[in-house]
């Protein structure tokens, strides 16, 4: 994770909060949360970058679409950097 940018993380987290989401339901995501456009450009060498890291797969739905599935090792990346996270900032509830 500590070689992730930042929007490579919120892909990250995105994939993770959803059931084996396409690039377009990513995408969505993203564009709600940064409020801006997500061009294709950017979002699909990110999604393959974490792909080749090992911490997202790719599976096909069909011969246009691909669905993204975090792995176990993307799972403890995510754990790893929220308890890193908790070591300094805490949430008061």
């Known amino acids: 994770m500590k070689d992730l940018t930042g929007f490579q993380r919120d892909l990250l987290y995105t994939i993770a909060g959803q059931d ?3 690039g377009l339901a ?3 995501e993203l564009e709600d949360y940064y409020e801006t ?3 294709h450009g950017r979002l699909y060498p990110n ?3 974490l792909v080749e890291k090992g911490l997202v797969e790719k599976g096909q739905i069909d011969r246009r679409t691909n669905f993204y599935e975090i792995t176990r090792r993307g ?3 995510i754990e790893a950097r929220r308890e890193w996270e908790d070591q300094y900032v805490a949430v008061e509830a």
């Open 20 to 22: 084996e989401p396409h």
């Open 26 to 28: 990513v995408k969505d």
């Open 37 to 39: 456009e997500i061009h």
């Open 47 to 49: 999604l393959d970058e």
């Open 75 to 77: 799972r403890r990346e």
